[in-house]
């Protein structure tokens, strides 16, 4: 029996399963998301579920009072989302899709294990509802099978999830939160199926682009996936009806790598030269034909717009005519000079391509030109304008040898234009092409910045030194431990047996919450960093960087060196040496007047104080150790300023901390980077806070949220003022003592700020040192 075709191409059409058997899979990033946050979601309702909170008796008292003569119509429902678990196994089984039958029988036995694992840990014995089990696993094998069904059956899908969930809540057959708990097991299971096995959403098939050819008005043959394969778009090479070659450019609406909330991810963690300026597939078309259309307008070499625009199914697409043959596969005889030319006449439009590479350099056999202009900036600013000249001379080294390249690069630009490119001159600003050829050509970067600085008659542009860790900083670091932990037992009375018996005694799987928790400050550290750059930086090194400094903070005591280690990392990214140390001292002024602005927020609006009675709520020995470790510690600071060379070098380090934070806050007009600056360093304060939460809860005694963002503001104020590598043995002690003034018993108190410090600050440079590693290795240090 032959199948249906569709209206509009003429192909069979698909009526359950969207994807071919063989279709390629692949991990997507929008999974991590959804594991991560229905992971965090569970852990979070998993501490609420018993015993039920206020709310959630309320809200089964609102649902209780629902009329129940619709109750046959939510129990149908219900069922028809086990009825269609058993449908999506059967036809897998029946249409011989072996990879998404095993697919689906492990979601389904995921989810029961994870429902099994959540009630064994916080209930400690089984007694998660029935229906809601039943729930986590009909969701868990429809969501698994999603991806590869066609768009009216996901979507039936989907609606017979929610009307089950829904379903579910109006029997009242079990709690609003383990209902809830059952559908974040469900997602937490599939994404967790996807990103180990790949599914095939997000990839277009051919005849969704053949349908939206038609659709926009183009006729086009010989359809074939493009060799090569960006992220976020699905190219195909076609012929049009006069054999003209035409390249199609597909942003599916199923396309996940190309959905709002992975573009937005993908262009702030990696923020690659040329990446597409807009996160909304329609406006990523506007703006490649628009700029296209530009520069073709101007005379230079560029491809043909044939058209772009959106379907009736939101799939956007640019077709175009190519113009040329790229560099990298018909090199060609080409002068350097041509490439200069094009820049010169490309940046007069005010526009810069960004990808200025032999991938995207092409030629009809007597001009040079560009294409692929997704990642093209209109109105660009000089940082633009001066990376495309950077990835052009690096083209002209690539292509005739770095003299050569120079020498044309002086004739077009100057030696003050080239004196200028070589702060840039790093392994950021040019393209991920360019890095592999670079290898590959056995070229280096800090070479060609040598010999262009040569060329050019100034000094190269030194970056700043880094100190090595060795046995001796560790060492030290050990001793400090050490000689605090002597002092908290000797003065603070400490019973250590008692000390351990409450570790033990503690609930492990709220340890390993607040453990995890303890880490996520360190992305919001980043954007804080980031915000304190006046040019735009990928997240993923500035990440990276903060855990290398959790390392270097430990091996290497002392502000200066992290202080150093930013200022290196700024250089790395194209700053200039002043630049970089004015955004270092930004970013950290910024951690103490955020610290400042919380802490007298809530002696102004709240009843906290900074009232240090050490008599009625504490013992004298808590009270001894926090006095004589301030004591110290104010001791060895006066005892700094009171000793010329030290005095002058701390002066002479905050004036020049300060000055380079005015200068730098000067830039400040931006809202987006202030909005990263306050709202990541209030971020790391508030998670902080939640992390410390998470320890005292583990030891049975939960502290009320403003207590301990009070306590943990506070704490580490004192602790970036005093002169003690890390804050160690003053946090420890500052944290002891806020706690136990918020009701826990003193020997509790200590061991849930030990936790802490473990899970923030002793425990990451376990991680730190690969991340380091990976940094130099990448040469972003």
């Known amino acids: 029996m032959d199948l249906p075709l569709d209206d509009r191409t003429g192909a069979?059409?698909?009526?359950?399963?969207?994807?071919?058997?063989?279709?390629?899979?692949?991990?997507?990033?929008?999974?991590?998301?959804?594991?991560?946050?229905?992971?965090?979601?569970?852990?979070?309702?998993?501490?609420?579920?018993?015993?039920?909170a206020g709310f959630e008796r309320a809200l089964r008292a609102l649902l209780g009072a629902v009329p129940h003569g619709l109750g046959g119509l939510w129990r149908f429902a219900f069922d028809l989302l086990?009825?269609?678990?058993?449908?999506?196994?059967?036809?897998?089984?029946?249409?011989?899709?072996?990879?998404?039958?095993?697919?689906?029988?492990?979601?389904?036995?995921g989810a029961v294990a994870v429902a099994v694992v959540i009630e064994r840990t916080v209930g400690g014995s089984w007694t998660f509802a029935r229906d809601a089990l039943r729930l986590a696993v009909a969701g868990a094998v429809v969501i698994t099978a999603s991806p590869h069904l066609t768009r009216p059956?996901?979507?039936?899908?989907?609606?017979?999830?929610?009307?089950?969930?829904?379903?579910?809540?109006?029997?009242?057959?079990?709690?609003?939160?383990?209902?809830?708990?059952?559908?974040?097991?469900?997602?937490?299971?599939?994404?967790?199926?996807?990103?180990?096995?790949?599914?095939?959403?997000?990839?277009?098939?051919?005849?969704?682009?053949?349908?939206?050819?038609?659709?926009?008005?183009?006729?086009?043959?010989?359809?074939?996936?493009?060799t090569r394969q960006p992220s976020g778009v699905f190219l195909v090479d076609a012929v049009d009806n006069d054999g003209t070659p035409l390249l199609v450019k597909f942003s599916g609406r199923d396309a996940s790598d190309t959905q709002l909330l992975t573009t937005v991810w993908r262009k702030l963690w990696y923020r690659e030269a040329g990446a597409p300026v807009s996160a909304r597939r329609l406006q990523q078309v506007e703006h490649e034909a628009f700029a296209t259309l530009l520069v073709e307008r101007a005379g230079l070499l560029a491809d043909h717009v044939v058209t772009a625009g959106a379907t009736v199914d939101d799939d956007a697409l640019v077709v175009l005519r190519l113009a040329g043959t790229p560099l990298e596969v018909t090199p060609g005889p080409w002068e350097p000079k041509q490439v200069w030319d094009l820049l010169e006449r490309l940046h007069g439009l005010g526009v810069a391509h960004g990808q200025v590479d032999d991938r995207h350099l092409v030629t009809d056999g007597d001009r040079l030109g560009l294409t692929d202009f997704r990642g093209a900036a209109v109105a660009a600013g000089e940082q633009q304008l001066m990376t495309d000249r950077v990835q052009a001379l690096v083209a002209t080294a690539l292509a005739v040898g770095t003299e050569p390249a120079l020498t044309v690069a002086v004739e077009r630009i100057g030696t003050d234009g080239l004196a200028d490119l070589l702060p840039l001159l790093q392994d950021s600003v040019v393209t991920p092409h360019q890095r592999a050829s670079l290898r590959r050509h056995h070229l280096d970067l800090d070479t060609i910045r040598n010999d262009a600085a040569e060329v050019a008659g100034v000094e190269t542009p030194k970056l700043q030194r880094l100190r090595r860790v060795t046995v001796g900083s560790l060492l030290q670091v050990v001793l400090l431990v050490v000689a605090f932990s002597v002092i908290a037992i000797?003065?603070?009375?400490?019973?250590?047996?008692?000390?351990?018996?409450?570790?033990?005694?503690?609930?492990?799987?709220?340890?390993?919450?607040?453990?995890?928790?303890?880490?996520?400050?360190r992305p919001f550290q980043a954007i804080g960093s980031m915000g304190a750059s006046p040019i735009p930086l990928p997240l993923a090194p500035m990440y990276v960087l903060q855990l290398a400094l959790s390392y270097i903070g430990l091996a290497i005591p002392g502000s200066a060196a992290r202080f150093a280690v930013n200022v290196r990392f700024f250089q790395r990214k194209g700053m200039p040496a002043g630049t970089a140390v004015a955004a270092s001292a930004l970013d950290s002024t910024f951690w103490f007047l955020v610290l400042g602005g919380l802490l007298g927020s809530m002696l102004v609006f709240t009843s906290a104080s900074l009232d240090l009675d050490l008599g009625a709520s504490t013992s004298s020995g808590l009270g001894r150790l926090v006095v004589l470790v301030v004591g110290l510690s104010l001791i060895a600071l006066v005892v700094m300023l009171l000793v010329p060379g030290w005095r002058?070098?701390?002066?002479?380090?905050?004036?020049?901390?300060?000055?380079?934070?005015?200068?730098?806050?000067?830039?400040?007009?931006?809202?987006?980077?202030?909005?990263?600056?306050?709202?990541?360093?209030?971020?790391?304060?508030?998670?902080?806070?939640?992390?410390?939460?998470?320890?005292?809860?583990?030891?049975?005694?939960?502290?009320?949220?403003?207590?301990?963002?009070?306590?943990?503001?506070?704490?580490?104020?004192?602790?970036?003022?005093?002169?003690?590598?890390?804050?160690?043995?003053?946090?420890?002690?500052?944290?002891?003592?806020?706690?136990?003034r918020a009701g826990m018993p003193e020997d509790t108190a200590f061991a849930a700020a030990l936790l802490f410090r473990i899970a923030t600050f002793y425990l990451p440079p376990a991680w730190g040192v690969f991340a380091l590693k990976w940094l130099e290795r990448n040469q972003h240090l």
């Open 490 to 521: 000797a003065v603070a009375n400490m019973d250590l047996a008692n000390l351990w018996e409450q570790i033990i005694d503690a609930r492990w799987w709220l340890v390993v919450v607040g453990l995890v928790l303890a880490q996520t400050p």
């Open 153 to 226: 059956a996901r979507r039936l899908a989907h609606g017979i999830l929610i009307a089950a969930t829904i379903g579910v809540l109006l029997l009242g057959v079990t709690t609003p939160v383990a209902t809830t708990i059952g559908i974040l097991v469900a997602v937490a299971t599939a994404a967790a199926v996807h990103l180990a096995f790949g599914s095939c959403r997000g990839r277009p098939t051919l005849d969704d682009v053949a349908a939206g050819l038609v659709e926009l008005g183009v006729s086009a043959h010989s359809l074939v996936i493009g």
């Open 82 to 109: 086990l009825a269609l678990a058993i449908v999506v196994v059967a036809s897998t089984l029946v249409s011989r899709r072996l990879a998404l039958l095993r697919d689906v029988v492990v979601a389904g036995l």
């Open 648 to 740: 002058h070098a701390i002066s002479s380090r905050l004036r020049q901390v300060l000055g380079d934070a005015r200068e730098a806050a000067r830039g400040l007009a931006s809202p987006r980077r202030l909005a990263m600056l306050l709202g990541g360093n209030v971020a790391i304060a508030v998670l902080f806070a939640v992390s410390l939460g998470a320890f005292t809860a583990a030891l049975g005694y939960p502290i009320g949220f403003m207590d301990l963002l009070f306590i943990h503001v506070s704490v580490a104020l004192l602790a970036g003022i005093v002169p003690v590598p890390g804050g160690i043995g003053v946090v420890e002690a500052g944290l002891t003592y806020g706690l136990a």
């Open 12 to 52: 069979p059409r698909r009526w359950w399963f969207g994807s071919a058997v063989d279709e390629p899979r692949s991990r997507r990033a929008a999974d991590v998301f959804r594991l991560l946050g229905a992971g965090f979601a569970l852990a979070v309702l998993s501490a609420l579920a018993a015993p039920p």
